[in-house]
Nanobody, 122 residues
Framework: QVQLVESGGGLVQAGGSLRLSCAASGRTFSPVTMGWFRQVPGKEREFVAAINWRLGFTVYANSVKGRFTISRDNPKNTLYLQMNSLKPEDTAVYYC???????????????WGQGTQVTVSS
C-alpha cells in the first residue's frame, strides 16, 4: 500500500506564492507518474500538473502553465508544487496522486492523498 500526505496549503493574497509538498511512503511505492489535482466543492476534480517520476517530464493544465511548477525529490519520495502568481480562481483543495502504470497523465491514478486547502483572497 502507498500513503500520500500533502502539506503546505494555506491562505494567501492574490499574486502571492505557496509551495505544496506530498510525502509518499509504503513498500509498494514505485510510481511511473505523480500528479496534482484540485477540486472546488460542487465541481469535478481538475487536473493541474503531472511529472514522470523517473525521467522528470512534466505536463501542465493550461490554466496554470507558466505560474505553477511541479518537481520531485526522488530520494526523499516527495512531490512538490510551486505555485506563483496565485489567483482567487486557484482556490481549491489540492490533492497529490500516484500512478503505478504508464498512460494518460490526467486520469487512472492509483493512490490519493487527503488533500490540502489553498485559499487565495482577492
Amino acid at each position: 500500500q502507498v500513503q500520500l500526505v500533502e502539506s503546505g496549503g494555506g491562505l494567501v493574497q492574490a499574486g502571492g506564492s505557496l509551495r505544496l509538498s506530498c510525502a509518499a511512503s509504503g513498500r509498494t511505492f514505485s510510481p511511473v507518474t505523480m500528479g496534482w489535482f484540485r477540486q472546488v466543492p460542487g465541481k469535478e476534480r481538475e487536473f493541474v500538473a503531472a511529472i514522470n517520476w523517473r525521467l522528470g517530464f512534466t505536463v501542465y493544465a493550461n490554466s496554470v502553465k507558466g505560474r505553477f511548477t511541479i518537481s520531485r525529490d526522488n530520494p526523499k519520495n516527495t512531490l512538490y508544487l510551486q505555485m506563483n502568481s496565485l489567483k482567487p480562481e486557484d482556490t481549491a483543495v489540492y490533492y497529490c496522486a500516484s500512478k503505478q502504470r504508464s498512460g494518460s497523465y490526467s486520469d487512472s491514478y492509483d493512490y490519493w492523498g487527503q488533500g490540502t486547502q489553498v485559499t487565495v483572497s482577492s
